[in-house]
């Protein structure tokens, strides 16, 4: 039997800050990780560079039952520390769009600072270790399978369901339920959307076609880039809409936004009367997109085009009315909406109140960002905040 001050379930990146922070404090933290390595889904991240953070964290893009749940953690350890934790290390990086910040390099230059401060704590990282059955008596009791462990703070950081092929399990949220804690409903977050098979007849020869794109769900709406897939819609524009879409309702889609296409269209059946309804729009839209829209045209040049027509094309052009039938689920969803209701846990700490010592930080709460580094602060920020308290 193996004894510690904390123990912390899962190693990335919420449970390697908070075990680091609990290590620099005194604590001794045992780290445990089923897979072979320490933070995978860092690894992959960003394109292998890791969108670690956003210059733009603000608590209004956090999903959550309770939005007001983050702001403790997100005010008391912010992206600007982060940022400076990183450059301290060395490491360079740069700012893409949207405040997004990106390794120069490679995300595993993140995952390596995380693994030194480990050390330099005194952490001892558990790796390729199974967690079996978690008991409380006067202390938390991990079975394992390389023998029990037992502590007086347990730290739940094992992430959500999203990319089981990374490893998760949702244990997290069975250990919840455990302890009578309650649970938001899950459902994938930043993930592709499908339709059926008729709406892929019209979609599916759109395939590989990407452009930027204003999508809206009700009164959110985000203008990124948009990708047509085999299986429906996908890219920045998509993935962030998708975390507000419920089964059954439509999303509107501009493919033209900043743009007038009826007032151009006019313009163009005004100056060049002669030119096709497909080369008009091509001005605008990748040709493929382009021939679809004018499939509506009738024969002939825009000149033989009447404005009513021309404003049709424009409406689909602008507001683009499409149900989706779902979404690829948590084989490719970058994130799990729901979680651990904040209502059971104390916003500074990451207590579940009434059950002394345990806490719940990271994906596996009721917490989601959008794309673009944020939930990547929400690891840092709920990690280092229960770290200072365990």
Known sequence: MQRFDVIVLGAGAAGMFCAIEAGRRGRRVALLEHARNPGEKIRISGGGRCNFTNLDIRPERFLSRNPRFALSALGRYTQHDFIARV??????????????????????????????DLAAAGVELFLSTEIGAVSHGAEFRVDTGSGAMMAPRL????????????????????????FGVPVI???????????????????????????????????VSFEEGLLFTHRGLSGPSILQISSYWREGEEISVNLAPGLDMGAWLLAQ???????????ALAAHLPDK??????????????ADQPAKLLGEMAAQCHDWHLRPAGTEGYRTAEVTLGGVDTRALDA????????????FIGEVVDVTGWLGGYNFQWAWSSGWAAGQAV
Not at 95 to 100: A, F, R
Not at 289 to 302: D, E, F, I, K, S
Not at 348 to 359: A, D, K, P, Q, W
């Open 87 to 116: 450059s301290a290390a060395g490491i360079s990086w740069h700012e893409k769009t949207l405040g997004q910040l990106f390794c120069d390099g490679s995300a595993r230059e993140i995952i390596a600072m995380l693994r030194a």
């Open 155 to 178: 730290v739940v950081a094992t992430g959500g369901k999203s990319i089981p092929k990374m490893g998760a399990t949702g244990i997290g949220y069975r250990i919840a339920a455990q």
């Open 185 to 219: 409903e899950t459902r994938p977050g930043l993930v592709p959307l499908t339709f059926t098979s008729a709406q892929l007849e019209v979609l599916r020869p759109l395939a590989g076609v990407g452009l930027g794109a204003q999508v809206r769900c009700g009164a």
């Open 269 to 279: 059946k005004r100056a060049q009367g002669r030119q096709a309804p497909t080369t």
């Open 289 to 302: 997109l382009a021939r679809l829209v004018a499939a509506q045209a009738r024969p002939g040049n825009l």
């Open 348 to 359: 500074r700490s990451f207590e579940v109140r009434g059950v002394r010592g345990l806490h």
